[in-house]
């Protein structure tokens, strides 16, 4: 898990504040990925950058925005969020995109709560 | 479209016993299939991964697939549990045919190693 490093590891955030997540790989990868992931439900995939171009956007409220300045780094920027947003929010990243072979390597995530 | 079911919510299995965990999917053609494994309060660990050749494949901690194309399964395995094994296990599948490096996870099984 030491390739993939996220932060904050908690966060307890009321609705109409503004906070932000942040990933970093240390792999030298090229795609990287946000996951949800709510009890008894399988993991969504929210975004996917590859070479810090956005190629996948899986119909998330607007109040995600994910920013991916370099391939090392990838922000989620959460406001306004609701109680249902609750659920722990993983970050991957994998050498490349379009091969589709490559293996995606997960971070600890961090654990959102929305009161 | 790509799939994938995990049929058992749960397995029970006493240390030093094989294991077994199932899993299923649905793709249009060939299928890369992967499993990881994750820890309370962890991120996904990858296992291991098919995505051409021989139908059996090795991967960490001693666990074992085999890909089976007749039966559209991939049931992971180990000839013998230990309880540090227990953890939430999850299959994915990726559809080659599609776009990307785009993988569909199952809901997951709880394994339980009991002494």
């Known amino acids: 898990e030491t390739g993939v490093t996220q932060t904050p590891r908690h966060l307890v955030m009321g609705m109409t504040n503004k906070k932000s997540l942040k990933c970093e790989q240390h792999?030298?990868?090229?795609?990287m990925y946000w996951y949800k992931q709510s009890a008894k439900k399988p993991l969504e995939l929210m975004f996917v950058?590859?070479?810090?171009?956005?190629?996948e956007n899986n119909s998330v409220p607007s109040r995600f925005s994910p920013e991916c300045p370099n391939s090392s780094h990838l922000f989620l920027h959460l406001h306004t969020l609701q109680p249902e947003d609750s659920a722990l929010y993983l970050c991957?990243?994998?050498?490349?995109?379009?091969?589709?072979?490559?293996?995606?390597?997960f971070g600890p995530g961090t654990r959102l709560t929305v009161l | 479209a790509q799939s994938v079911a995990q049929p058992e919510d749960q397995v029970n299995v006493a240390e030093g016993n094989p294991l077994t965990v199932k899993c299923t999917y649905s793709?249009?053609?060939?299928?890369?299939l992967f499993w990881y494994v994750q820890y309370p309060n962890r991120g996904l660990q990858f296992l291991l991964k098919y995505i051409t050749g021989d139908n059996l494949v090795k991967g960490s901690y001693g666990f074992e697939a085999e890909f089976n194309k007749s039966q559209t399964s991939f049931h992971l395995k180990k000839p013998s549990a230990l309880v540090s094994d227990s953890a939430l296990y999850f299959c994915a599948v990726r559809d080659p045919q599609g776009g990307g490096n785009k993988l569909t996870f199952g809901t997951g099984t709880q394994l339980k190693v009991e002494l």
């Open positions: 793709v249009s053609g060939n299928p890369y």
């Open positions: 991957a990243s994998s050498q490349g995109w379009a091969t589709g072979t490559d293996t995606q390597y």
């Open positions: 950058y590859s070479l810090e171009e956005r190629v």
């Open positions: 792999l030298g990868h090229n795609a």
